[in-house]
């Protein structure tokens, strides 16, 4: 299991946090999602043979996310 943190601009609200959680979860490879909505760390544990950290960032961008 790998583990990252990102911060995503736009995750400081319930509705925000929730989409980022299901987004995430729906991807295969991803086993756990922890966001703060203090400052919209977001941290991911993932299986990094199933899916890669940029596939994530990128799949967030995709969904109008923005990374810090």
């Known amino acids: 299991m790998t583990e990252v943190t990102m911060f995503i601009k ?3 609200n319930g509705t ?3 989409q980022v959680e299901q987004i995430l979860n729906d991807l ?3 086993e756990r999602v922890l966001v703060d909505a203090d400052d919209g760390e977001v941290k991911i544990a ?3 043979r199933r899916i890669s950290t940029e596939r994530i960032a990128i799949t967030l961008q995709q969904h ?3 990374l810090m």
Do not use: K, L
Request: glycine share 6%; charged share 20%; no cysteine.
């Open 10 to 12: 736009e995750a400081n």
């Open 16 to 18: 925000a946090i929730q």
């Open 28 to 30: 295969t490879g991803i």
């Open 46 to 48: 993932f299986d990094n």
């Open 64 to 66: 109008d996310f923005h």
